[in-house]
C-alpha cells in the first residue's frame, strides 16, 4: 500500500512540475488530424540534443477558433542532430509549439 501511494504522489508531482511549463492550448471547434509517417529517423547524438519527426499535431500556447483540418504525411524523412546543443526536427503539419 505505501508503494502505491508513493507512485501516486511521485506521478502527481512530476505532472505538476511538467504541465506549469506548457502553454494552454485552446480549441473552439472541430479538429481533423490524418496523419502518416513512413520509413522516418529521428537520431540525436551528443550533449543536449533533441530530433524528432512529428507528423500532424497541434502543440501548446495556441488559440484555434473553428473548424481545423490538419493533412500531413511523411515519406523517407530523416531528423539528426550532431553535436553540443545541436536540435534537428522534421515537423509537417504543426501547429504551435516550439
Do not use: D, H, Y
Not at 533533441?50 to 490538419?70: P, Q, S, Y
Amino acid at each position: 500500500m505505501n508503494k502505491i501511494v508513493f507512485a501516486a504522489l511521485i506521478a502527481f508531482a512530476s505532472t505538476t512540475a511538467f504541465g506549469q511549463a506548457s502553454q494552454p492550448t485552446k480549441i473552439k471547434g472541430n479538429t481533423n488530424i490524418k496523419a502518416s509517417q513512413e520509413n522516418v529517423v529521428a537520431v540525436a547524438v551528443g550533449e543536449g540534443n533533441t530530433a524528432k519527426n512529428t507528423a500532424g499535431a497541434i502543440k501548446g500556447g495556441v488559440t484555434i477558433e473553428g473548424n481545423t483540418n490538419i493533412k500531413a504525411s511523411q515519406k523517407n524523412a530523416a531528423a539528426i542532430a550532431v553535436g553540443k546543443n545541436n536540435k534537428a526536427a522534421n515537423e509537417v503539419g504543426v501547429i504551435g509549439g516550439n
